[in-house]
């Protein structure tokens, strides 16, 4: 069956790092978009960065830019989010998620994408 498989999540102090992983079976992530997103407590579910299958491109919502990277390895169908300068406010369960969209479509909106992550919990704090 189509499944993803998400690793990583952990306690980390603010200023630390974590990776995230996000692993397919079933079907292949070269054809598909894939974005992280996130949800805290009392919060509707975030779209933290999304990743285009067709051209490339990227998406990162202004509170991660320049601290979080998504990334592919097509070798292993893996997707990671390296996180960098974990704040407190980054504190959630982190879902990674997979959709078709059509080039030029790519939105990072949660309500749209297909094929979700059991969700990874990051937890910053001292």
């Known amino acids: 069956q189509l499944q993803l498989v998400e690793s990583g999540g952990d306690l980390v102090q603010p200023g630390g790092s974590l990776r995230l992983s996000c692993t397919a079976s079933g079907f292949n992530l070269d054809y598909y978009a894939i974005g992280w997103f996130r949800q805290a407590p009392g919060k509707e579910r975030e779209g933290v960065s999304c990743s285009s299958s067709s051209d490339g491109s990227k998406i990162y919502t202004n509170s991660v830019k320049d601290r979080f990277t998504i990334s592919r390895d097509s070798t292993k169908n893996t997707v990671y989010l390296q996180m960098n300068s974990l704040k407190p406010e980054d504190t959630a369960v982190y879902y990674c998620?997979?959709?078709?969209?059509?080039?030029?479509?790519?939105?990072?909106?949660?309500?749209?994408?297909?094929?979700w992550g059991q969700g990874s919990q990051v937890t910053v704090s001292s």
């Open positions: 998620a997979a959709s078709y969209f059509a080039p030029g479509t790519m939105t990072c909106d949660a309500s749209v994408y297909d094929y």
